[in-house]
């Protein structure tokens, strides 16, 4: 029995030695590789996942912890994943509330909130922009910045915006005539899919939603630094031109307070509207990106 359990202990050193030779290994703590090792894929965590619920409308099956861990482990053994198998596997470490749900469940004992937020800065690194580092599901990590390099926390930051914007040259070209004719309907179509989104259809121009947002009081000359004003984004819906309300940086640097929303003489759920635009607007840019 005692050389049994000595040959299963020294199978485990020789196993954590090769995790920690790989790329993903090599950032990972001791800690984190023991546990990915402790794994027993029991899926316990993926029935209590807060967003596993998204898996219906998002074929990413990284987006369950189970699986997610099942990936991070295939990388620390040095197994190789397919640049697509990596996107998926960013997309689902970023698809996550850190409820702490996973690792309250888990019978083996993992800290896996940590261990997907290391994973994430590590996936980071490697360049491939994160749309939703532009959603709230960035919250936690804003939380943790006083713990992280101000140029690791910024960066990724500044690629996903810039990844972003690229998608949408329009807006750039201040001195071009803009064509009004013929409307986007399609465009149009999808924010009419959802019943708050939609009314931007009856805004009148009034302005009071730009008036009153804290983010264009920010700001000397609030054109320039955020491109179009919420009240000019409602415009443009109305116009049916997507680039112009995709492209504005007001759309990303809106705090959901829902100042313009309540404020509103027509009704207009303005912050609701921005937020369907965003969901829109990261779609598109996935969809070219990962073709």
Not at 140 to 163: H, N, S, T, W
């Amino acid at each position: 029995m005692k050389v049994a359990g000595w040959l299963r202990s020294l199978s485990k050193i020789i196993h954590l030695k090769r995790f920690s030779r790989t790329w993903m290994g090599k950032q990972l703590t001791m800690v984190q590789l023991m546990e990915l090792d402790a794994c027993m894929h029991c899926r316990t965590c993926s029935s209590q996942c807060s967003v596993a619920v998204a898996f219906e409308g998002i074929p990413n099956i990284k987006i369950l912890p189970s699986e997610k861990i099942a990936s991070i482990r295939a990388l620390a053994s040095g197994d190789g994943l397919t640049e697509r198998d990596l996107r998926e596997l960013q997309e689902g470490a970023y698809l996550c509330t850190n409820c702490y749900r996973c690792t309250v469940v888990c019978p083996a004992g993992i800290d896996l909130q940590k261990l997907w937020f290391r994973v994430r800065e590590i996936l980071l690194q490697r360049g491939t922009p994160e749309f939703l580092l532009l959603s709230p599901l960035s919250f936690y990590r804003g939380l943790m910045k006083e713990d992280m390099d101000q140029r690791d926390y910024e960066e990724p930051l500044i690629r996903a915006r810039e990844a972003m914007a690229a998608g949408w040259e329009l807006i750039r070209a201040k001195e071009k005539a803009l064509p009004l004719t013929p409307k986007d309907k399609r465009f149009q179509d999808k924010l009419g899919l959802s019943a708050q989104a939609k009314t931007f259809s009856v805004c009148f121009g009034c302005k009071t939603c730009t008036t009153v947002c804290p983010v264009v009081a920010n700001y000397e000359d609030p054109q320039t630094a955020l491109g179009l004003l919420p009240h000019q984004i409602m415009h443009a819906c109305g116009l049916g031109i997507r680039d112009l309300a995709f492209g504005s940086n007001m759309l990303w640097d809106c705090l959901t307070c829902y100042q313009c929303q309540e404020q509103c003489p027509q009704g207009v759920y303005v912050t609701d509207v921005l937020y369907e635009l965003k969901n829109l607007a990261m779609r598109e840019v996935k969809e070219k990106t990962w073709r």
